[in-house]
């Protein structure tokens, strides 16, 4: 067996989280005419990807008369991607994902929640930022409820632990039951005191659990923060893709990529008859994503137990990790890391990027 053929047909398979060709995240393909190993090299996390890229190979290679056995050795390169601007990254933090959305009301901490949950139950380190400090949610949702950070050398706080993923929030500092009576700058420094503040250590990932809407932590994030890119959270009704449209364009405007959307609740499947209904409307998310050029990342459905193990502190991802609504996240997960290592999501304005490896 000529194993260039095999390599050439490796490197031609399409990664399901990217929808390209793998092409040099194959180094090699080793073995006998019985069995190879085909080593790959992925710039997002991998564990538990053989299950879905090990078919995917196998087909590839029997397409071109190999009929041995095959043997994925996956690894995981994850690198900084691309900012906006020339600003400098954070030190020890190579991606920082903004999880937006341009109303309240759709899910976007639960979604944010777990998409840090499911790149850590993935193998990266991840941190999640509770950006909404008007109304943080993270303490509550990651079971950290009356929790305060601590410090060790009296100017940086140690972000609380809960399910692998470090977590930073307002809502750790302040009574929960007082409102926030703050104006705009005290939020822009309370955002940037947790954001740089805080002794994240070394992550893959910092997950930032955005406030709706398009003010002045949107702008702050976006002048002051390297974000790699954004993710923005909606449901199908026409009045919050309105509004998801403002949040995806503004990115746009202050050079911030945008990874794709996701669509929420976007049906309903009834717990005792199995009738589906889509109660918000169908297809929005996917209009969206197809009007702007980018992709629809995940079709969530409006489920009682999202609702019910978020509000328990144990998300979805980790409170039923191998069931099919856990693993419609770690799907999101993937494509969202994977669509960080694209060419498609960097800014092309700006081509003095400073970029770290791993």
């Known amino acids: 067996m000529d194993f260039s053929v095999l390599l050439a047909a490796a490197r031609a398979a399409i990664d399901p989280a990217s929808d390209r060709p793998l092409g040099d995240a194959v180094r090699n393909v080793t073995g006998t005419p019985e069995h190879v190993v085909v080593r790959v090299a992925l710039g997002f996390p991998v564990r538990g990807y053989e299950r879905e890229l090990a078919p995917v190979m196998e087909a590839a290679l029997r397409a071109v008369g190999f009929r041995g056995s095959v043997q994925l050795d996956l690894t995981a390169v994850i690198t900084a991607a691309a900012a906006q601007g020339s600003i400098k990254p954070i030190p020890g933090i190579l991606n920082v994902i903004a999880v937006a959305s341009g109303k309240g009301g759709v899910g976007k901490s639960t979604t944010a929640a777990n998409l840090a949950l499911a790149l850590a139950a993935q193998g990266a380190r991840v941190g999640i930022l509770d950006a909404d400090i008007y109304g943080p949610s993270q303490p509550l949702l990651m079971g950290l409820s009356g929790e305060q950070p601590t410090t060790r050398d009296g100017k940086l706080l140690d972000p609380l632990r809960a399910y692998g993923v470090s977590v930073m929030s307002i809502g750790f500092l302040i009574d929960a039951s007082q409102p926030m009576v703050w104006r705009g700058p005290m939020v822009t420094q309370a955002l940037m005191q947790l954001l740089t503040g805080t002794e994240w250590g070394e992550l893959d990932y910092l997950v930032v659990d955005m406030p709706p809407g398009t003010g002045d932590t949107q702008l702050t994030l976006s002048q002051r923060v390297p974000v790699s890119g954004a993710l923005i959270v909606t449901t199908p009704q026409d009045i ?11 990115f746009r405007k202050v050079a911030v990529p945008v990874i794709g959307v996701v669509e929420n609740m976007a049906m309903h499947v009834c717990s005792q008859c199995g009738h589906a209904e889509h109660i918000f ?6 209009r969206m994503a197809g009007e702007y050029g980018i992709p629809l990342l995940a079709s969530l459905p409006l489920d009682i137990r999202i609702r019910e193990q978020s509000d328990g502190g144990r998300p979805t991802v980790v409170a039923e990790p191998a069931g099919a609504l856990a693993l419609a996240y ?23 990027l400073a970029v770290s490896d791993d």
């Open 240 to 250: 919050a893709l309105l509004d998801a449209r403002k949040g995806l364009m503004m």
């Open 281 to 286: 409307g169908a297809g929005g998310g996917q």
């Open 330 to 352: 770690d799907a999101m997960a993937r494509r969202v890391a994977a669509r960080l290592t694209t060419s498609a999501v960097a800014a092309p304005a700006f081509p003095n």
